[in-house]
């Protein structure tokens, strides 16, 4: 039997109800009074915790204008074109300040406060602040020095592994145990970002394959639009929720388009608590699908690449030693998985690397 997992003042687990988080994200517009009006707006709609993302854009990836780091994908919005990952996280970013204000309001209004940290530096900051847990994003689930470094904090995490593969998964959790994680949650996340949830493409039966095979807590991180999918999944059993929500609706916000507004929230949120839930017999079947790991659309599979990889993050002159002065992990995933970080330091490069290059074995010594 799974053990009942404390996050601040809230239990999840157990025969405890559905911890239900709204993800802030972008959906702030880097505007403070907006993001404060997304913590209050929350806290009325039920809502038992508020997140938001603790990056920079010289945290998540590198300022280069080198083909890897150049936005693509046919379902990107038009306006994404010819910008650079460093572009667009410059535009999405929450600036770090403001999250001791934002967690102040948070528990003054009943909900936990916690964050997604995307590199080390992050967990640092965020530690400081007392965060009572935190979220690993999906494209940062791979990432052997984000999982380390939050499993020896010991707090509880929350992990959402979107597309990652059936051995991936296990990575994940492995690496968490094996430095000090006891309690962790981890969601099912479909991430392919549309309008409209692909009932198809969900599956909702690898969520409890998930809590089946590795004895863990687990729920449900939706990136679709619409309420009825994380209903359901509710109702199936999943200890956590979680849904982006945006203060009005607005096609010029990055997450608008799968976040839900303020009053679509409280239906989702008043719907899980009541037990409600679509009933249509053929629709459930869809949602439930299968158990299958991996990337469930093509959207997916492109998506893959935002994930971490180690990259030269300064010129590296032959015969040069790799240290942590001159290679990062950074998004995208076009460079030597994280998990080879500790193998490759020290060793030498083989000729002349640029800086914002993907580093790969043929590269080193």
């Not at 990836?61 to 046919?74: D, M, Q």
């Not at 038009?78 to 403001?98: H, I, N, R, S, V």
């Amino acid at each position: 039997m799974n053990r009942e997992i404390k996050i601040g003042r809230k239990k999840i687990g157990g025969k405890n109800p559905t911890f239900i988080v709204a993800e802030m994200s972008a959906n702030h517009e880097q505007d403070y009074k907006k993001a404060e009006a997304i913590v209050r707006a929350a806290a009325k709609t039920g809502a038992d915790a508020i997140k938001v993302q603790t990056f920079t854009p010289d945290t998540i990836t590198l300022n280069s204008r080198k083909k890897w780091f150049l936005v693509g994908g046919k379902d990107n919005p038009k306006a994404w074109k010819g910008q650079t990952f460093y572009d667009l996280y410059k535009k999405a970013y929450m600036p770090w300040g403001w999250q001791p204000k934002l967690q102040k309001l948070a528990q003054r209004l009943g909900l936990e406060f916690f964050s997604a940290p995307f590199d080390e530096t992050a967990v640092d900051f965020l530690e400081k602040i007392k965060v009572p847990c935190y979220k690993i994003a999906a494209y940062e689930s791979t990432d052997f020095l984000l999982l380390r470094k939050v499993a020896k904090t010991g707090k509880p995490i929350i992990v959402s592994v979107g597309f990652s593969r059936l051995s991936e998964v296990t990575f994940t959790i492995k690496t968490l145990r094996k430095y000090g994680a006891k309690d962790i949650v981890v969601l099912q996340c479909p991430t392919s970002y549309s309008k409209k949830p692909i009932l198809e493409k969900t599956n909702l039966k690898t969520m409890l394959d998930i809590k089946k095979k590795f004895k863990v807590e687990v729920g449900l991180s939706d990136n679709m639009g619409g309420i009825e999918v994380p209903v359901l999944a509710a109702k199936m059993g999943a200890s956590v929720i979680e849904k982006h929500i945006v203060l009005k609706h607005n096609r010029k916000i990055l997450d608008d388009r799968f976040s839900l507004d303020p009053f679509e929230f409280k239906k989702m949120v008043d719907k899980i608590k009541k037990g409600e839930y679509k009933k249509d017999k053929n629709w459930q079947k869809k949602v439930m699908g299968k158990i299958s790991y991996g990337p469930q659309t093509e959207a997916e599979k492109y998506n893959k690449n935002f994930r971490r990889s180690l990259f030269a993050s300064k010129d590296i002159k032959k015969g040069e030693r790799f240290s942590k002065n001159n290679v990062r992990s950074v998004r995208p995933a076009f460079g030597l998985e994280t998990k080879y970080y500790d193998k490759i330091i020290g060793k030498r490069s083989k000729k002349d690397i640029e800086n914002g290059s993907p580093l790969s074995w043929v590269l080193i010594e």
